[in-house]
């Protein structure tokens, strides 16, 4: 059995940054390796949308940093689906 090693110089991560400054709703290129900001000195909301208005990929991870003083809420989109 070969095994390989890694270093860290061999691994490129590669995230795009999608830098918000208001409330903002999730679109289908905000999925894998992407991280969405929200720099707001108030509050914001960010919206996840129903399927029927984007439909993001099964096992799309949606990635997101509140990065100013506003607090920042997740809420659903009208007609989405929510696990309670």
Do not use: C, H, K, R
Request: proline residues 5%; charged residues 0%; negative net charge.
């Amino acid at each position: 059995m070969a095994v390989s090693l890694l270093t860290n110089a061999s691994i490129t991560p590669t995230v795009a940054v999608n830098a918000q400054t208001a409330s903002y709703t999730f679109v289908l290129a905000d999925g894998n390796n992407t991280l969405v900001t929200l720099s707001n000195a108030s509050a914001n909301t960010v919206t996840i949308p129903p399927n029927s208005s984007v439909a993001f990929p099964v096992g799309t991870v949606l990635n997101f940093a509140q990065t100013g003083a506003g607090q920042t809420t997740i809420t659903q989109g009208s007609g989405a689906f929510s696990y309670q």
